[in-house]
């Protein structure tokens, strides 16, 4: 819930779902790497600087004024993966609740591989915000 960053007395939908079999996704956080049946270390640094310039950017929230200037080059990266037979995108949360737990978001690029589980519709109510 905290993910999408909800206002007071917005809906939001979230879902349950299981892969049914392995999926080829690349995960641009943490090990540069693609993770599935087919795993793949990328160990240049021009690559390690790109995929960190992707972390930053897919983990950040994005202004609802330049939104589609935004997300151009993430588009562009996530058609490049389709393109190279990968199935999604595995990125760091832009919500840590904890630094020393590993908090990952997934960008499927199709659901055949997925079965629905079950769904919530959620109303929030309240946020609340702790500081140092």
């Known amino acids: 819930l905290a993910e999408v960053k909800p206002s007071i007395r917005q809906q939001v939908t979230i879902g349950k779902f299981v892969n049914t079999r392995d999926v080829k996704i690349i995960n641009i956080g943490g090990s540069t790497g693609i993770s599935g049946s087919k795993y793949k270390k990328l160990d240049s640094k021009d690559v390690s600087l790109f995929m960190l310039y992707l972390v930053i950017g897919f983990s950040k929230p994005i202004s609802d004024n330049n939104k589609e200037i935004d997300y151009?080059?993430?588009?562009?990266?996530?058609?490049?993966?389709?393109?190279?037979?990968?199935?999604?995108?595995?990125f760091p949360?832009?919500?840590?609740?904890?630094?020393?737990?590993?908090?990952l978001c997934y960008t499927m690029f199709s659901d055949i591989n997925f079965d629905y589980i079950n769904s919530d519709l959620i109303f929030t109510t309240s946020i609340k915000y702790e500081y140092e």
């Open 72 to 90: 151009l080059p993430y588009q562009y990266f996530a058609e490049y993966c389709k393109q190279k037979e990968l199935e999604g995108i595995a």
């Open 93 to 103: 949360s832009s919500v840590m609740t904890n630094p020393d737990e590993k908090h």
